[in-house]
Nanobody, 115 residues
């Protein structure tokens, strides 16, 4: 079992930045591949970014060049730095951990981009 708690969401103006954090517990963090997903109102949840246990990263085309995923295994935390935010980035952002036991999700954090 992995418990995940996201934080760092909020209201930001277009062009602004936010950094999301996801703190993990209940397993050896370094053995988890981690990812960020988001779900906008009325839409399905979509993948945003992921980072492997080796630190390799991958991004959805919609966020490539604006978002950066990183992890700190000493702090059991994965981050999502979001720059140049746009209204279409408005969503609930979820953290996901993947290991040999399966997939685990956090409760989500709201990001609203609006002037």
């Amino acid at each position: 079992q992995v418990q995940l708690v996201e934080s760092g969401g909020g209201l930001v103006q277009p062009g602004g930045s936010l950094r999301l954090s996801c703190a993990a517990s209940g397993s050896i963090f370094s053995r988890n591949a981690m990812g960020w997903y988001r779900q906008a109102p009325g839409k399905e949840r979509e993948w945003v970014a992921s980072i492997t246990t080796y630190g390799l990263t991958n991004y959805a085309d919609s966020v490539k060049g604006r978002f950066t995923i990183s992890r700190d295994n000493a702090k059991n935390t994965v981050y999502l730095q979001m720059n140049s935010l746009q209204p279409e980035d408005t969503a609930v952002y979820y953290c996901r951990a993947n290991n040999a036991m399966g997939n685990f999700w956090g409760q989500g954090t709201q990001v609203t981009v609006s002037s």
